[in-house]
Nanobody, 123 residues
Framework: QVQLVESGGGLVQPGDSLRLSCSASGFALDKFALGWWRQGTGKQREAIACISSDASPVYADTKKDRFTISRDNAKNTVYLQFDSLGPEDTAVYYC?????????????????WGQGTQVTVSS
């Protein structure tokens, strides 16, 4: 059974850094691409980044400066590091698995999704 589990979210203060993890089970992640997305309350889900099977990252245009995506195939895990958090980063963060990374970040290109982890930025 394919399963993705996000972790690392929580309540953080403005200006903090955070690293989220997406752990895969039921399949070997090394052959797949994995994307990170987020959805704020009342907003549409938006793409952040994707990392291909050869570890090449693709970032959504507005996410290049503060986000870093990486993977550890030995741990079947992909990470999302982001810095200088602000209230606008408050959202549920999701990971998803697909066959490749594409700059247009269509949700239809991703076959499975995790349940999400909540990140709340507040002082």
């Amino acid at each position: 059974q394919v399963q993705l589990v996000e972790s690392g979210g929580g309540l953080v203060q403005p200006g903090d850094s955070l690293r989220l993890s997406c752990s895969a089970s039921g399949f070997a992640l090394d052959k797949f691409a994995l994307g990170w997305w987020r959805q704020g309350t009342g907003k549409q889900r938006e793409a952040i980044a994707c990392i291909s099977s050869d570890a090449s990252p693709v970032y959504a245009d507005t996410k290049k400066d503060r986000f870093t995506i990486s993977r550890d195939n030995a741990k079947n895990t992909v990470y999302l590091q982001f810095d200088s958090l602000g209230p606008e980063d408050t959202a549920v963060y999701y990971c998803s698995v697909g066959y490749g990374c594409y700059s247009d970040f269509r949700e239809a290109d991703y076959r499975s999704w995790g349940q999400g982890t909540q990140v709340t930025v507040s002082s």
